[in-house]
């Protein structure tokens, strides 16, 4: 699409996302046979190829309740969620053909003065490997990294305007993401925009623990445009990490919540929040916190967008976002300011295999209990940080 990029609108204005997939096409209570069998029910990314139709009415609902920005069908179409379905070597069509779709929607919608976007949506594959499970942690990093750049590809090659990686709940999975897609502009020889969103539970933790600060840390410091939350609850349990994320983070901020945390009605998963009670929410997090981007996600309808629309306007114009964010250390759960008050930032570096040779002995018995406990001991002394060199020659 020739004209302004998401990146030059996003620049000049607030911009909105649209609504759920999932629960919009829950909405319209599809037989087996109109997902294309019932071997493929419960696959709404799938309706892209075999039920088209549908999907285009949802994208056109959002565009007519004014949303500027369409989500593609993709959000399970990694490699291991569509071999649930028996799907897996089904990749670059089912993405190309979702990407085709939004596009076609997106494009009948634009004008030279409000043009519209489509965001190719990646959610998690349902690994964790950062957990200690012998399941869901049975797999390695590159194999992540392979899995989101396999996704890549057929999205921005179908014509989306940026890549959304969201909802995540392991800050390392998000991590393989982001190097994924990087290492497929490389090849590919075309960058787009990222917008890279984790989910966090009531207390303002990734699902493994990672608290705001580390997940900004390790964002700020990443090649995505867009850093925000998405999913998992309703806005009023996001004000307090979006405050934080508001005033810290020097990339566009993003908050596309759920409407309300469900509640269980006859089996089903209701979402409470009404449109006009969470547009107001999200005026406030625009107004006060200068978030960049918001949208709706499971639960809300064109109801939601709409009400939004209404409540920010199209022409909201964005506040100057932080120029320094204080350089941080972070692990998986938490982060550490290198500037410490009272100063010096200590750095504990006995976990290292070339100064201890404690430590070369224990990594070579493969005795990591005693190595972290080297590492608990340094922290006890007032270590603030670890280094951690764990290189053999042996």
Not at 66 to 90: C, M, P
Not at 136 to 146: A, E, M, R
Not at 286 to 292: A, D, K, Q, T
Not at 374 to 393: K, M
């Amino acid at each position: 699409m020739m004209g302004k990029t998401y990146l030059d609108s996003l620049r000049e204005r607030v911009l909105i996302f649209d609504g759920a997939m999932g629960t919009s096409v829950q909405k319209y209570d599809l037989t087996p046979d109109e997902f294309g069998g019932p071997q493929f029910e419960g696959c709404n990314d799938y309706l892209c190829v075999t039920n088209p139709r549908i999907i285009e009415e949802i994208h056109a609902s959002f565009m007519e309740a004014g949303a500027d920005v369409l989500e593609t069908g993709t959000f399970g179409s990694t490699r291991l969620k569509l071999a649930e379905y028996g799907i897996g070597d089904e990749v670059y069509h089912q993405n190309y053909s979702a990407a085709q779709l939004a596009r076609k929607v997106a494009d009948a919608y634009s004008t030279p003065s409000r043009p519209r976007y489509v965001a190719g949506s990646m959610g998690p594959t349902g690994m964790l490997p950062s957990a200690d499970d012998p399941t869901l942690s049975n797999i390695t990093y590159q194999q992540l990294k392979d899995i989101f750049k396999e996704q890549a590809k057929p999205l921005v090659e179908g014509g989306v305007d940026l890549l959304v990686i969201e909802t995540a709940q392991d800050i390392l999975e998000l991590k393989a993401a982001i190097n994924g897609v990087v290492e497929y502009f490389k090849e590919g020889g075309r960058r787009v925009p990222v917008q890279a969103q984790v989910t966090l539970d009531t207390a303002g933790r990734m699902l493994l623990g990672t608290d705001i600060v580390a997940a900004l840390t390790t964002l700020q410091a990443l090649p995505v445009d867009v850093i925000g939350l998405n999913c998992s609850t309703g806005p009023d349990h996001m004000r307090e990490p979006m405050r934080f994320m508001g005033q810290n983070a020097t990339k566009f901020v993003s908050c596309i919540p759920n409407a309300g945390l469900p509640i269980n009605v006859g089996g089903q998963a209701v979402y409470p929040l009404e449109a006009e009670p969470m547009a107001r929410t999200l005026y406030e997090f625009v107004n006060e916190f200068g978030v960049s981007v918001v949208g709706g996600c499971c639960g809300t309808g064109p109801e939601h967008i709409r009400a939004l629309v209404e409540s920010i306007g199209y022409d909201r114009k964005q506040i100057t976002r932080p120029s320094y964010f204080t350089p941080h250390v972070s692990g998986g759960i938490r982060a550490v300011s290198l500037k410490q008050e009272p100063a010096p930032m200590i750095v504990g570096e006995r976990v290292n295999a070339q100064g201890s040779r404690k430590v070369k002995r224990l990594l070579l018995a493969n005795d990591y209990d005693a190595i972290v406990q080297v590492g608990r001991e340094q922290v006890e002394g007032g270590a603030h940080v670890l280094d951690v060199s764990v290189a053999l020659t042996e």
